[in-house]
């Protein structure tokens, strides 16, 4: 077989590894095939060489994709192939980069651009408007925790770093094994390997968490989109959340159920008077008088004609404007009930990015959770207090991913995080698991334990060291009770956010604009 086509074959197999489960270590040596075949392509300049290569690139970078996130087809195809080329072309601009300048600059540089081009693209990405960073390279040691506790201090872009690092290292060292006495080349992808995995044990098995214990029951209803919107009344579904709450022990602190469990005719301007609701209440005040839901929902703000939002909407049907949230609930056996509205909303299915310049195009918004159109979201990460002063953070779905805009229920003085989720979307696939093991990834971060509620898998805990205590089976109704320490330190990510990112970002505008300044004036020490 051709080296250019074992190669992508070799790279594509050992960046899939770690989101099936493997170890994370498979990407220290997944760009070398790829850097090989940019050595290759370096050689006298034939036609059409660039196209050449620019095609094995992208071709390498899109099976990736289609491997990796293959599974939101079952929510929604547009959803997946949007996803799978925008990957690919973050991927494959840093590439582009990389070989244009290495064959006209210092390899130094070339090397520091390739670093912080991909950077600033998982950057870019993670933060900007539109957004899937799933398989952002930090993310493939979510089911290494052991290896990557110093994500307090970096979040996941130190791991992101430290992978291109250990590629370009281990290249090199494969482009000198035949020299015995450059055994450098040798000895420093060693050294960058284990030192930070021994610095990482070290914090590891050197934390305790401070005893500040709440109990916590996570339901799992487990009920399929079929059932949910056509075949089970609203009433059936609360009776089964309802069943399963009652597994709590008398001295649970809070209930917490999956996003949108309840979604139909839950008003905000009428909180309070809402029938579905005092269900809850009434179970409360009947079983657990000292405990409080944290209760995904559907909820509805209606506004009058001169006082509504960007995102509100009609129908020929009523006279009136109102939102639609994706949001949690906290209940208790008081009057108030408080609220916290998604914000980092899916594209196509509760967004569409940029809708200032497409809203001609909201018609064609896709349908997954029983409307259609733009929703409404939060702009502040709002905290639920509960009267002993408890406090958590309620990540919706997959803002859990996103580990700076998690930091902001810290900031909030959030001592615990909840994630509510409905991952029934994608099926039995790689998704749901890959989305329990990311959430390990934000334990760390913030040295914060995790209850996760997913409606039909995987629901359970999450200590401050990212292992996971207990878990469900995916597509089994059931509850769990954990018991979970709250924390009210602030770590250094916590603090300064995605700040590796930043620095990336500008080192690599620097080096572009170094480039760009010197290879015209035909500096010796910049161009060969």
């Known amino acids: 077989m051709p080296k250019r086509v074992l190669y992508p074959i070799i790279s594509i197999l050992l960046f899939s590894v770690p989101w099936f489960g493997g170890p994370g270590y498979f990407l220290f ?38 491997v990796n996130v293959y599974w939101i087809k079952n929510a929604v195809w547009i959803g997946a192939i949007a996803a799978i080329i925008i990957n690919t072309i973050l991927m494959v601009v840093p590439f582009m980069i990389y070989h244009y300048v290495w064959k006209r600059a210092h390899r130094a540089l070339a090397y520091t651009l390739f670093v912080t081009a991909w950077i600033a693209a998982e950057y870019i990405y993670l933060h900007g408007e539109i957004s899937f960073p799933w398989i952002l390279l930090g993310n493939g040691f979510a089911n290494d925790v052991k290896a990557v506790q110093w994500y307090e201090y970096t979040g996941l872009f130190g791991g992101s770093i430290w992978v291109l690092i250990m590629n370009l290292l281990i290249f090199k060292a494969v482009k000198k094994y035949r020299n015995a006495k450059n055994i450098l080349h040798f000895i420093l992808p060693v050294l960058v390997a284990v030192v930070p995995v021994t610095i990482s044990l070290m914090i590891y098995y050197n934390y305790e968490e401070k005893e500040a214990p709440i109990v916590v029951e996570v339901v799992q209803p487990n009920i399929f989109e079929e059932e949910k919107f056509m075949t089970m009344t609203q009433r059936e579904q609360i009776n089964i959340i309802l069943e399963l709450s009652q597994n709590a022990p008398q001295n649970v602190d809070f209930i917490v159920t999956p996003e949108t469990s309840v979604d139909h005719g839950i008003w905000e301007n009428k909180l309070e008077e809402n029938i579905t609701l005092g269900w809850f209440k009434r179970f409360l005040f009947d079983n657990y008088p000292s405990s409080s839901f944290v209760l995904g929902a559907t909820t509805y703000r209606r506004y009058d004609e001169n006082n509504r939002s960007i995102t509100s909407r009609t129908n020929p049907n009523i006279d009136f404007w109102y939102d639609a949230y994706n949001t949690a609930l906290f209940i208790d056996t008081t009057d108030i009930i408080r609220v916290y509205h998604k914000n980092k909303l899916v594209i196509g299915a509760e967004t569409m990015p940029f809708y200032e310049q497409l809203k001609f195009l909201e018609k064609f918004s896709l349908d997954l959770g029983g409307f259609t159109g733009l929703m409404g979201r939060d702009m502040e990460r709002t905290v ?9 953070g309620v990540a919706i779905c997959y803002e859990s991913i996103y580990g700076e805009y998690c930091g902001e229920f810290i900031d909030n003085g959030a001592e615990s995080l909840f994630v509510i989720t409905n991952d029934s979307w994608w099926g039995n696939t790689a998704g749901h ?5 990311f959430a390990r990834l934000r334990a760390i971060e913030f040295r914060r334990s995790i209850a996760r509620s997913a409606n039909t898998g995987i629901s359970g805990f ?17 509850s769990q009770t954990g018991r ?4 009210d330190k602030i770590t250094f990510y916590a603090k300064y956010g995605d700040m590796a990112g930043r620095l990336a970002c500008y080192v690599f505008l620097l080096g572009i604009l170094y480039y760009v300044a010197y290879s015209r004036r035909k500096k010796d020490h910049i161009v060969k």
């Open 484 to 487: 979970i320490n709250l924390n």
């Open 384 to 392: 639920f207090v509960k009267d002993d002063n408890k406090k958590v």
């Open 29 to 66: 040596g997944a760009f070398v095939p790829m850097l090989l075949i940019q050595e290759e392509f370096n050689g006298p300049k034939k036609k059409g060489i660039k196209n050449r290569f620019f095609t094995w690139y992208t071709l390498t970078f899109l099976c990736w994709n289609i």
């Open 433 to 437: 698991r890959q989305h329990l093991a």
């Open 462 to 478: 999450i200590d401050q060291r990212g292992d996971i205590i207990s878990r469900t089976r995916w597509d089994e109704r059931t």
